[in-house]
């Protein structure tokens, strides 16, 4: 069976009353809220697909910190999925409405979990906080 091997990133960044802010992406193909990830290309190492993803669809340079759980599922057409996740704090970059995402939002990680389209998306906001200093 196919696996459909994909990265991405549960992107932070501190803010100055709130304790920290999760970025979120707008996908308008499938009208859902998530993290930024998406395929890894042939021969790419996962950490770099991650940092990559999050820079073609936030517009932001990031620092890799601690990997976060693995998401596996089952897409429409029955192929596996599997996105390996990292935790990673934004370190500069703007965004600019692209292709793939139409919005960001910078959200306190209950908001965040609150908006988040996928259910098993929400466990990644546990997770971050986990491993993050202070957390």
């Known amino acids: 069976m196919t696996v459909v091997l994909a990265a991405g990133c549960v992107l932070w960044r501190r803010a100055p009353l709130s304790g920290i802010e999760i970025a979120l992406v707008h996908r308008p193909r499938y009208d859902d809220w998530s993290f930024p990830k ?59 409405p692209n292709r793939e995402v139409d919005r960001v939002r910078w959200l306190p990680p209950p908001e965040a979990r609150a908006l988040l389209t ?11 906080l986990a491993v993050l200093p202070g957390g």
């Open 38 to 96: 998406g395929k890894l290309k042939r021969g790419e190492e996962p950490g770099a697909g991650a940092m990559r993803e999050v820079r073609e669809e936030t517009g932001m340079d990031c620092r890799l910190g601690p990997p976060l759980p693995t998401a596996r599922y089952v897409l429409e057409d029955g192929r596996r999925k599997e996105v390996r996740y990292w935790a990673a704090e934004a370190t500069g970059g703007t965004f600019a």
């Open 118 to 128: 996928q259910e098993r998306d929400g466990e990644l906001v546990g997770a971050l």
